[in-house]
Structure formats: C-alpha cells, structure tokens
C-alpha cells in the first residue's frame, strides 16, 4: 500500500473528512516519526509494532562487480519490530503456520 493509497481508503472510510484533512494528518503522523527517530527516540504504537533506530559500525565491504574492497561509513538505520497483536492477525489464517501447530 502507498501513502495515496492509504490516504484514498481514510478519506472512503470517513466520508465526512475532506481529503485534504486526511492528507494533513497522514503527513503529520509520519512527519512526526521521523522527527522522533531522527532525535534518537523510540516511536511504539501499541499492537502495531516499535520503529527505532540502530547504529551500525563502519566496516569493510566489497563492489559486488568489480571485487574491490569498499570502506562503508558506520550509519544509523531505522529498525521496526512488530507488536504481539499484528503478529498474531498475520499468522491467524495462514494455513501453512496453522498445519504446524
């Protein structure tokens, strides 16, 4: 799903919202993760899931065409762990995990 597409099924789900309103809001969420993420802090929406950031070290890697070793900058990079409920609505009808239990 895209952010227009999210943005589209909102505005349907609540008709007497201007499109508009609904955009402003979708940003404004996402805006406000990011910001929170870019300070260093942990973003939990209970049952969905926990966006955090993680630090990765520098390292040595390698050009995957040419072979040569590639010195990568360390970096932080955004992490999402799902919560208990999200994981559970995923994996409640999927026939393969339900055959194994």
Known sequence: MTRSELIARIAQRYPDL???????????IFDEITDALAKGD???LRGFGAFSVKDREPRT?????TGETVKVDAKSVPSFKTGKQ?????????PQI????
């Open 42 to 44: 942990r973003v939990e």
């Open 18 to 28: 201007f499109q508009r309103e609904v955009e402003r809001v979708v940003a404004t």
């Open 86 to 94: 999200l994981r559970e609505r995923l994996n409640e009808n999927n």
């Open 61 to 65: 890697g390698r050009n995957p065409r």
């Open 98 to 101: 339900n055959a194994r239990r």
